[in-house]
């Protein structure tokens, strides 16, 4: 099929989509500022908007520290737009930064991080994108119907990536894969930078459009005589085979094993286990046991990671980690925000390493060294209090709780092995839209969201 019909068919097939996901009816129906979280997720999980319309080579910005300025300015944009949005919303706001003290605590401790980075200039510029983030998952939660809402986030941004993705792969090499710039090596990238963004990408739409299959399949028995609810279900399906096929092209052992894992807890969660909060902690528990004793016996690591099609120094990284923590920097405040890689330590890396990394292959030594024992600490409280949050509300109509103890869980076990939980990444994003979310349902005809956020758990 020549590239240009290619790319008609897969708007054509990007519309059907959603046309098939529209709104069903008043219960459903979103704020049109949704679009703003979207793109702006898009542009995390693929490319800046510089590199799409070829004002910038796709690989310049990892040669200068100034970025581009074109980014710089729709980024901007954006990020003014959605702040004009949190005004409008000011009350729904302020009662979910009520609820997220936690939250906003960890984003001010990173803006006074900047003031001990080597690279304050830098610093201010990715804290900017923080804050976006952070604007852009407030959105979300603060429409009139955030369970609606979250539903939607998930599936336009899926629509987006996965059908481009493929599209890429397969009628534009030169922008839908890399070669290895030492082996030469074929890697296919889709719409992002590389193999393991691809793999990020999978990962979250996946396990979205898992769970939303098995959704559809309960609200179309309840609504058979509705062909209208058939809609989403078919939708979410094309969405999941098109992420089947990227998992096997992506070659993301991490990726797809988190799916798998995420997708088990789905699985287990609404097939199983029923509604009972406290059954839920048997799952994490055996998780975190698996984890703890593949950690504890090297016999038990060596065939996990062999399994996974990986070697046992997980292509590099445990070396990368020694580094790291034997490295002299403040262990308690760390060297400020994303600015560890920056300067003669990256340059220390770059000529110890033939790959040149980044990133620390790990979220958890990654926000140590950017933020210290005081971020790790942040981090770690998250964590407990984004899990109590999510046990506490599984009890839901809206059955967001299933998807988002899917998310949580993949998101922690994937910051293993990738750092994520950083400026802009798709993981960060969902990551934060599932533990700041205080209620799941959306407010009835007796209550609004204001009342819904500030109502406590039970």
């Not at 990986?310 to 925000?337: A, E, K, P, S, Y």
């Amino acid at each position: 099929m020549p590239p240009l019909v290619a790319t008609v068919a897969c708007t054509v097939l990007i519309a059907g989509l959603f046309w098939l996901d529209r709104d069903r009816d008043d219960s459903t129906r979103t704020s049109p500022a949704l679009w703003l979280p979207v793109i702006w997720t898009f542009l995390g999980a693929s490319r800046m908007a510089s590199q799409w319309l070829g004002v910038q080579p796709i690989d310049a910005m990892d040669v200068t520290l100034e970025g581009s300025p074109f980014d710089r300015l729709v980024l901007l944009g954006f990020l003014v737009a959605g702040l004009a949005v949190l005004v409008a919303r000011s009350e729904r706001v302020g009662a979910l930064l009520r609820a997220n003290t936690l939250v906003v605590l960890f984003f001010c401790y990173c803006a006074v991080s900047v003031l001990w980075s080597d690279f304050p200039f830098v610093a201010v510029k990715r804290l900017t994108k923080g804050i976006g983030n952070l604007t852009m998952v407030l959105i979300v939660l603060s429409d009139p119907r955030p369970a609606a809402a979250i539903k939607r986030f998930f599936a336009r941004t899926g629509f987006l990536l996965i059908p481009l993705s493929v599209l890429l792969i397969k009628y534009y090499p030169a922008l839908g894969r890399v070669y290895n710039r030492w082996t030469w090596e074929v890697t296919v990238t889709g719409v992002s930078s590389d193999k393991n963004g691809l793999g990020a990408i999978c990962l979250f739409v996946g396990l979205a459009s898992f769970w939303r299959v098995i959704e559809e399949r309960r609200e179309g028995r309840r609504q058979a005589a509705d062909a209208r609810a058939r809609g989403p279900l078919l939708a979410q399906c094309v969405v999941l085979v098109m992420v089947a096929w990227l998992f096997g092209k992506a070659d993301s052992s991490t990726a797809l094993a988190c799916f798998l894992l995420g997708a088990a807890v789905i699985v287990m969660t609404t097939r199983v286990l029923g509604d009972e909060p406290s059954r839920v902690h048997g799952i994490v528990a055996t998780i975190a046991g698996v984890m703890l004793m593949v950690g504890l016996f090297p016999n038990g690591f060596t065939h996990v990671v062999q399994a996974l099609g990986r070697n046992t120094t997980l292509t590099g990284r445990t070396d990368i980690w020694d580094d790291l923590l034997g490295m002299d920097f403040n262990r308690v405040l760390g060297t400020g925000f994303e600015s560890f890689w920056l300067g003669s330590r990256a340059d220390w890396f770059a000529e110890k390493y033939y790959f040149h990394p980044n990133q620390a292959h790990n979220g958890y030594i990654e926000m140590y060294v950017n933020l210290g024992l005081v971020g790790l600490g942040f981090l770690v409280l998250l964590l407990v209090k984004g899990y109590a949050r999510i046990v506490n509300a599984y009890r839901s109509t809206s059955g967001l709780g299933t998807l988002r103890l899917a998310v949580f869980v993949a998101a922690v076990v994937y910051n293993v092995t990738e750092a994520t939980f950083k400026v802009m990444h798709p993981i960060w994003i969902v990551f934060l839209l599932v533990i700041a979310l205080p209620a799941l349902a959306d407010p009835g005809p007796a209550e609004d969201a204001v009342t819904l956020y500030e109502r406590p758990a039970t």
